[in-house]
């Protein structure tokens, strides 16, 4: 396994291996964010949600990434059901190569993956029951009485097991972000008091995976759960579960990231005072993003082009605002200025993707005012 991870030190290196990307203000830190805050990250990052289970794509895939890992990108994001496994293992293959050919380090590197639902290896099982039983069941990794949907589970025993599972996929020491995956598929079936004990109990967990030197960090990857008004079935307080991870590790927690959709059909992130934060004087309602701020967690975008949808069709004072030659790009640039947002994931299954993306990192950011402004007309 590739020793080491992401650092200050090696990531600033990689931010000065690219001045022109540097110079347009492509890599920036979570300065709010305890222990990630002197990583520098770039502004948009590779996705590997789309594509087929099969060899064609894993080419493809291990191809692009290499090809981001060159040109700028130093943000990679997976998850261990993502094609069966097979993304984490392509995100693997090419950080090896593009290390042992010297064009990159390890330490410059943010690698990001998820747990929590149940995932076939490599194929779709002829008996998919089956092969959950024999793999998890009867194994003792799982107790079906957790699992949610039948599909989802964030018990210690499981997590860790798609940990170590993860950290050969990826053929990495060390995972930089660990997010346990949409946390909120658990409140379709029990109280928000038991949700709150498996949260407390997983992050227990993962402390201790962070002091083994398997992860750096960790987080919750979300989809619905913080986009939510206050009091829906699957609503996620941010400084509910920053509590919860106080009480796993204490004040020096490592519960430093959050991922949710972020793009122009899902601003929710930062249009949407849904959530309750206690300050010095009262409890204030602010937006994800702002109360993110506050507690001194970093928030990554996905779904930045809505899996295509936003690559076509926006209204031409979108388009004017924005100022770039395509659809695609203007969404993309609009998520990656959204203040207080540290990446903008998007996914990057072939070669040409990555030229494309890559296109809109070396134009700088979208001004606040400017932006604030096609928000609030928009």
């Not at 018990?155 to 993860?166: D, F, G, H, V």
């Not at 993962?206 to 002091?211: I, N, R, T, Y």
Request: some cysteine; glycine content about 8%.
């Amino acid at each position: 396994m590739l020793p080491g991870r992401a650092t200050p030190e090696g990531t600033a290196h990689y931010r000065e291996r690219l001045p022109q990307l540097r110079d347009a203000g492509h890599f920036r830190h979570p300065e709010h964010a305890p222990g990630p805050a002197e990583l520098w990250m770039s502004s948009i990052g590779a996705g590997t949600y789309l594509g087929e289970p099969d060899d064609a794509t894993d080419l493809e895939y291990t191809a692009a990434m290499a090809a981001a890992l060159r040109s700028g990108i130093n943000v990679l994001d997976t998850a261990i059901n993502y094609r069966h496994q097979r993304s984490e293992r392509n995100v693997g293959a090419a950080l090896r190569q593009v290390v042992d050919s010297g064009e990159v380090k390890r330490n410059e590197i943010v690698v990001c993956t998820k747990a929590g639902y149940l995932s076939f290896d490599g194929d779709l099982p002829a008996d998919p029951r089956a092969y959950f039983l024999r793999e998890y069941v009867d194994s003792g990794v799982i107790d079906p009485a957790q699992l949610a949907g039948g599909m989802h589970c964030m018990t210690p025993a499981y997590l860790e097991n798609q940990i170590e599972r993860s950290r050969r996929n990826l053929d990495l020491e060390t995972i930089d972000v660990f997010y346990v995956h949409n946390p909120e598929s658990q409140l379709a079936e029990v109280p928000r008091e038991v949700f709150h004990q498996r949260v407390q109990d997983a992050f227990a967990m993962l402390e201790k995976q962070v002091q083994m030197g398997n992860i750096a960090y960790y987080g919750v990857a979300t989809w619905s759960a913080f986009r939510l008004a206050e009091g829906a079935r699957d609503y996620i307080g941010l400084e509910e579960v920053e509590a919860l991870a106080r009480v796993a590790g204490g004040d020096q927690h490592h519960f430093r990231f959050v991922q949710l959709p972020f793009n122009l059909a899902m601003p929710e992130a930062f249009g949407l005072a849904n959530q309750r934060i206690v300050t010095e004087k009262e409890k204030q309602k602010m937006s994800l993003l702002g109360a993110a701020s506050k507690l001194g967690i970093a928030v990554v975008g996905s779904a930045t082009l809505y899996q295509g949808r936003l690559t076509h069709g926006m209204p031409d004072s979108v388009r004017q605002i924005l100022g770039l030659p395509t659809d695609a790009e203007n969404a993309i640039q609009f998520s990656r200025s959204a203040p207080g947002l540290i990446t903008a994931l998007v996914g990057m299954a072939q070669h040409e993707h990555v030229t494309a993306n890559v296109k809109v990192a070396s134009v700088p950011p979208t001004p606040a005012e400017k932006w604030n402004h096609l928000f609030t007309k928009s």
